[in-house]
């Protein structure tokens, strides 16, 4: 399977700050996916992004297959921004979705 | 249901006893997948179905666990012999398929006593 690391492991922001979360990937992949764990433990899907970018509110992400990376910004953050942030991707239909160790983030007041 | 459900939210067991976990995915998803997460840690890749198949089984931890799944719907997860380290969420998730969005339920939480 493939390996996936994100950058920062840790993050705190002022509320109304904007900030770049990282996910590299070892290999390409064709499925890739941006999670938000809440301090409740749910995990709320945000972005499927094999390629290119989408924006969703106050949130995008840009993902560069070929360069085997992808960004996930947050901009005018708020306290319920707060929590666990995961990507995920997956190289070939049949293999397992890979989870990278994920960013917590606290948005403080 | 619109989102994937699972049962029980809580177990709490002794340490030997057989658990079984249940998942039942969003209608006409053909993906589930099965993930366990210790506390403050991040997310362990179990089994995943394709329909009622598991292509691949290898994160499965022991011998001590098994899962299945029927009618291209539900599935469960079986812990035999339970041990401390079993302490953990177990959590289901679905999708479409292969190139779709991944849905999660609210997992299970396992204490092992």
């Known amino acids: 399977g493939i390996q996936v690391e994100q950058s920062p492991p840790d993050l705190i922001l002022q509320e109304g700050a904007n900030s770049t979360l990282r996910c590299n990937f070892s290999?390409?992949?064709?499925?890739l996916q941006w999670f938000h764990q809440n301090p409740w433990g749910q995990l709320i899907n945000l972005f499927y992004?094999?390629?290119g970018t989408k924006q969703n509110g106050r949130l995008s992400a840009t993902t560069v297959a070929t360069e085997r990376y992808s960004l996930l910004y947050i901009s005018s953050s708020q306290t319920t921004d707060s929590g666990v942030y995961f990507c995920a991707g997956l190289r070939n239909a049949g293999n397992m979705l890979t989870f990278g160790g994920g960013t917590r983030l606290m948005v403080k007041p | 249901g619109a989102g994937v459900s699972q049962s029980p939210s809580n177990k709490v067991t002794e340490k030997g006893k057989d658990v079984e976990l249940r998942c039942d995915p969003i209608s006409g998803h053909t993906a589930l997948y099965w993930y366990r997460q210790r506390l403050g840690q991040g997310l362990e890749f179990l089994i995943y179905?394709?329909?009622?198949?598991?292509?691949?089984k290898s994160g499965l931890p022991s011998d001590r666990f098994s899962a299945e799944r029927t009618g291209e719907s539900v599935s469960t997860l079986t812990i035999q012999r339970t041990q401390q380290e079993d302490s953990a969420v177990y959590l289901c998730?679905?999708?479409?398929?292969?190139?779709?969005?991944?849905?999660f339920g609210n997992g299970t939480r396992l204490t092992v006593t």
């Open positions: 998730a679905s999708s479409l398929s292969f190139s779709s969005p991944l849905h």
């Open positions: 992004i094999p390629s």
């Open positions: 290999d390409s992949v064709n499925n």
């Open positions: 179905f394709q329909g009622n198949s598991a292509p691949d």
